[in-house]
């Protein structure tokens, strides 16, 4: 979907850190533009956010676990992602369905047709024009983060994480028009600078 971005990558890569400059850059250049998040970013997204995440949870099923984000990004897209697109506004959202992909699909073992399958209805033709993948090693975003932040799917062993970077850069080697990757290597501004150029080229700003 024209003008639809959404950011993905290991926890602890920077996704937060860069859609809010992002976001400061759109609004230093006037530039027409929503910025949210998955899970969450409406009232009721947020509270299915909240179901997800909270580290007391532990035995939520994996199909039980996939089935709430896709109804999360049901309720998000028609309440605020679709309506955003339709005034003409670029919209930025910090994960989206290819978090399903990564993290149910492959990490959890659910498998990629099953994933495919549920967000297909989910989202439908609301795919991303563009993802912007940071790419960096889980073990490296742990490092710079400082470890797991008390979230239920960060306190999970680096095994799991180390599966949904693998599976990131197998998505993003079969979608090459559709994922820019990111080298997250560096620092912050070097990264904030190739995320700016490489939305630049290909004309979102």
């Given at each position: 979907?024209k003008?639809?971005?959404?950011?993905e990558?290991?926890?602890?890569?920077?996704k937060?850190y860069h859609t809010?400059?992002l976001k400061?850059?759109?609004e230093?250049?006037k530039?027409?533009?929503l910025?949210?998040?998955e899970p969450?970013?409406s009232?009721?997204?947020?509270?299915?956010r909240?179901?997800?995440?909270?580290?007391?949870?532990?035995?939520?099923?994996?199909?039980?676990?996939?089935?709430?984000?896709?109804?999360?990004r049901v309720?998000?897209?028609e309440?605020i992602?679709?309506p955003?697109?339709?005034?003409?506004?670029?919209?930025?959202?910090?994960?989206?369905v290819?978090?399903s992909f990564?993290?149910?699909?492959?990490a959890?073992?659910?498998?990629?047709q099953?994933?495919?399958?549920?967000n297909d209805?989910?989202?439908?033709?609301?795919?991303?024009?563009?993802?912007l993948f940071?790419?960096?090693?889980a073990?490296?975003a742990?490092?710079?983060?400082g470890?797991?932040?008390?979230d239920?799917?960060?306190?999970l062993d680096?095994?799991?994480h180390?599966?949904?970077?693998?599976?990131y850069?197998e998505?993003?080697?079969a979608e090459?028009n559709?994922?820019?990757?990111?080298?997250a290597?560096?620092?912050?501004?070097?990264?904030?600078?190739?995320i700016i150029?490489s939305l630049?080229?290909?004309g979102v700003?």
């Open positions: 979907m003008n639809f971005i959404t950011i990558g290991c926890e602890g890569v920077g937060t809010k400059r400061e850059f759109c230093q250049n530039i027409n533009a910025f949210t998040r969450g970013g009232r009721i997204a947020e509270k299915i909240n179901i997800i995440l909270d580290p007391t949870n532990t035995d939520i099923t994996n199909m039980c676990e996939a089935f709430l984000y896709a109804s999360c309720q998000h897209l309440e992602i679709i955003a697109l339709k005034i003409g506004k670029i919209v930025f959202c910090d994960r989206f290819d978090s990564a993290y149910q699909g492959v959890r073992g659910i498998g990629m099953k994933i495919r399958a549920l209805i989910a989202v439908g033709e609301y795919m991303p024009q563009f993802t940071l790419d960096l090693s073990k490296n742990f490092m710079r983060k470890g797991a932040q008390n239920r799917l960060e306190n680096i095994s799991f180390d599966k949904v970077y693998a599976a850069k998505l993003a080697a090459p559709r994922y820019i990757v990111i080298d290597s560096g620092k912050k501004d070097e990264t904030f600078k190739l150029d630049k080229e290909r700003f």
